[in-house]
């Protein structure tokens, strides 16, 4: 238990907390952290979430025109288009509960879909992801 810096009450500090050495109890962090929040926006200065961040990145004109290119490279490409169409259609079936998701052949967690044909979109091995990982990127010894 530490004395918070700023009403004194004690509290239980965070890791963060003790390794930064600042102690302010969860109330007085909060009522700083919105008096620093005013203070900026009645500077002018606004505050974005990552998701903000985001789609004003993706809007923009170089950031569009460089995603559309790499888009139109991959559906050019036969092999890729192939593997692309048997997802969606094993998506698909999946969504509308005409093919039933599997737990992991190995070793029974969650699964996802492994093509090894993909002419055949709805042949399937169900596998976790480590299992998947590791059929894709086989060590080698």
């Not at 390794?19 to 009645?42: G, I, P, V």
């Not at 985001?54 to 809007?59: F, G, H, I, S, W």
């Amino acid at each position: 238990m530490k004395p918070c810096s700023i009403c004194r009450t004690e509290f239980e500090p965070t890791a963060a907390q003790v390794s930064s050495r600042t102690y302010r109890c969860k109330a007085c962090n909060s009522a700083l952290n919105r008096e620093c929040h005013a203070k900026a926006k009645a500077r002018g200065i606004v505050r974005k979430t990552d998701a903000e961040w985001m789609r004003e990145y993706q809007q923009r004109p170089e950031v569009k025109d460089r995603r559309n290119e790499l888009m139109r490279q991959y559906r050019r490409d036969p092999e890729l288009a192939h593997r692309h169409h048997a997802r969606d259609l094993l998506r698909s079936a999946v969504r509308y509960g005409r093919i039933k998701r599997q737990p992991c052949e190995i070793c029974g967690a969650k699964a996802e879909a492994h093509h090894s044909d993909y002419s055949k979109p709805f042949d399937v091995r169900w596998l976790c992801h480590a299992h998947h990982v590791q059929i894709h990127h086989p060590k080698t010894t």
